[in-house]
């Protein structure tokens, strides 16, 4: 079974630093999806960015981008400049490329990101 | 607008009164899930569905159970609540199909439910 841990329950960062938040993964398939998911305070869901374990190309979304290392089964979310409405909980998630039981996707516990002003 | 919607958004009920969690996607996603959240746990699986009248259990079914009747609606049913059932519970939805562009369909989440059983 697949397990995605991201190890550290908290981070905090300044405003307009960077930070980056960590995330393994185990699983047996050599193709797979790999999403970061953020929760603010209102609850949400919302998809910060994601990767295909196909592509060796690391995803970037505006200040948002990752660092994919496939042999080391390491997604690491890296935000830059940070602002004040980055302070959420954030959470790593693995969906396997078949259908089935492997369509749903297995979250790690997240992180809780504090940004100071 | 394209979206999961959910309801309510809060529930507070007794235990072992019957409820029902409503669910609804207006993209036409043939697979919908549910999640509970916890803390210190995370978002863990229920149920799924791949499509109309195919179920499937998840990681935490007990206590649960769903129907897909149709597309667009995934209802969660608590025969019978449980203080241990006390959780924030997601919907989801997505596409899916046999080739990456389905499978690699993020999952759109509703808003949540915030589930109190006393």
């Known amino acids: 079974a697949q397990t995605v841990t991201q190890s550290q329950p908290e981070m905090s960062v300044q405003e307009a630093e960077t930070v980056t938040l960590s995330c393994t993964y185990d699983?047996?398939?050599?193709?797979?999806?790999l999403f970061w998911y953020k929760q603010p305070p209102s609850r949400q869901m919302i998809l910060v960015i994601r990767q295909e374990a196909y592509k060796q190309q690391n995803a970037t979304e505006n200040r948002f981008s990752v660092n994919f290392q496939k042999a080391a089964k390491s997604f690491s979310l890296k935000i830059s400049d940070s602002q004040l409405g980055d302070a959420a909980m954030y959470f790593c998630?693995?969906?396997?490329?078949?259908?089935?039981?492997?369509?749903?996707?297995?979250f790690g516990k997240g992180i809780t990101l504090s940004v100071r002003p | 607008e394209a979206q999961v919607t959910q309801n309510p958004r809060y529930l507070i009920t007794v235990t072992g009164k019957k409820l029902t969690v409503t669910c609804s996607q207006n993209m036409n996603h043939e697979y919908m899930s549910w999640y509970r959240q916890d803390p210190g746990l995370g978002l863990r699986q229920i149920y799924y569905?791949?499509?109309?009248?195919?179920?499937d259990k998840g990681d935490v079914p007990e206590g649960y159970k769903v129907s897909r009747k149709e597309k667009r609606n995934f209802p969660l049913i608590l025969e019978s609540p449980s203080p241990n059932q006390t959780s924030l519970y997601f919907c989801?939805?997505?596409?899916?199909?046999?080739?990456?562009?389905?499978?690699?369909?993020?999952?759109?989440f509703g808003n949540g439910t915030r589930l109190t059983v006393t």
């Open positions: 998630a693995y969906r396997g490329s078949y259908t089935g039981a492997n369509s749903k996707l297995t």
């Open positions: 699983t047996s398939e050599s193709d797979y999806y």
């Open positions: 989801a939805s997505s596409l899916r199909g046999r080739d990456h562009v389905g499978v690699n369909s993020p999952l759109h």
């Open positions: 569905s791949m499509n109309v009248e195919v179920t």
